[in-house]
């Protein structure tokens, strides 16, 4: 188990939060862009891959069509509702509405995932990055991610991938064979969906992984876990490690700080344990919030 601490996000006075600088610097710049005509520019997270390499096909809105796969994990229910049962939300949604995540989408009472091959960022990263620790150490790791979160950190790093809808960023058609080919290309030994929730571009990390693995490239999940059983057991003979971010030790932090729940997540860690596969976990330490020794003590009993 590995610590880490980051002072910087903890204030003694009422500030202003970064979402709430965003939607007013969104404001005065729409204000701004219609007095000189232009559209204000998508958010855009991409990290470029080294130099002379470039695996991305681009679109136009019009195309978003490519990324749109009937999602897994749902059941279809009265008067063309659904509920997705990914996740512990366990989302009901209405026709032509979305789930909490905002990249799955019900459409005349089939749902949809608007992200598969949809990749908002990629990367090169040491799989110490990760931070996988004690899983191919000294190595390269492929990174992506999609935009969407299905909990809302409010100390989350990527929040400006994890907190937005995916046409709200720009993207690249990355689909697994390029992802493949991008490992190759980058001597990556591994293939990590991370950044954002890959609990949330499921279907995209299970083609992914599956087209890795026979590859010769291992496939590892960096999550915060919060995923039901079913679809977690499914997932994992495509994996060859997990690392899952636990965020506190108590359920009132991941109700009030991440807006999650706890048990889910520790229902997940006993499912890995006992599926055998490899597994990580990292804390971050918020000062404060959950940093007591007393929850310390409870947690590595």
Not at 6 to 15: F, K, P, V, Y
Not at 17 to 31: K, L, P, T
Not at 70 to 91: D, G, I, N, S
Not at 166 to 173: A, G, K
Request: proline share 6%; hydrophobic share 35%.
């Amino acid at each position: 188990m590995c610590f880490r601490t980051d002072e910087s996000i903890m204030s003694t006075e009422r500030a202003v939060d970064r979402r709430e600088f965003i939607r007013a610097a969104a404001v005065a710049a729409g204000g701004c862009a219609l007095c000189s005509g232009l559209l204000p520019s998508s958010v855009f997270a991409q990290d470029p891959l080294p130099k002379g390499i470039d695996l991305s096909v681009d679109h136009k809105p019009q195309e978003d069509s490519m990324f749109v796969r009937e999602a897994r994990f749902y059941k279809k229910l009265e008067a063309l509702r659904v509920e997705c049962v990914l996740c512990p939300r366990r989302c009901q949604v209405a026709d032509q509405e979305r789930g909490y995540c905002g990249v799955r989408e019900n459409r005349e009472g089939t749902y949809y995932t608007l992200v598969h091959s949809r990749a908002c960022t990629y990367h090169v990263d040491p799989i110490e990055k990760k931070p996988l620790f004690h899983f191919l150490p000294g190595t390269n790791s492929f990174s992506i991610a999609t935009a969407g979160c299905n909990i809302e950190c409010k100390f989350c790093q990527n929040w400006n991938i994890s907190q937005y809808r995916p046409e709200q960023i720009r993207s690249l058609y990355l689909p697994p064979e390029r992802l493949v080919e991008g490992c190759k290309q980058t001597h990556s030994k591994s293939l990590a969906f991370t950044y954002s929730e890959p609990v949330i571009f499921y279907e995209y990390m299970y083609d992914a992984a599956a087209a890795a693995k026979p590859a010769g490239i291992r496939p590892v999940m960096i999550s915060n876990g919060y995923i039901e059983p079913e679809a977690m057991e499914e997932l994992v003979p495509q994996l060859s490690g997990v690392k899952i971010d636990l965020k506190a030790f108590t359920e009132k932090f991941y109700r009030e700080t991440c807006s999650g729940e706890l048990k889910p997540v520790l229902d997940t860690l006993e499912l890995l344990k006992r599926l055998g596969i490899w597994f990580e976990i990292v804390v971050l330490i918020v000062p404060t919030l959950n940093d007591s020794e007393e929850e310390i003590r409870q947690m590595c009993a």
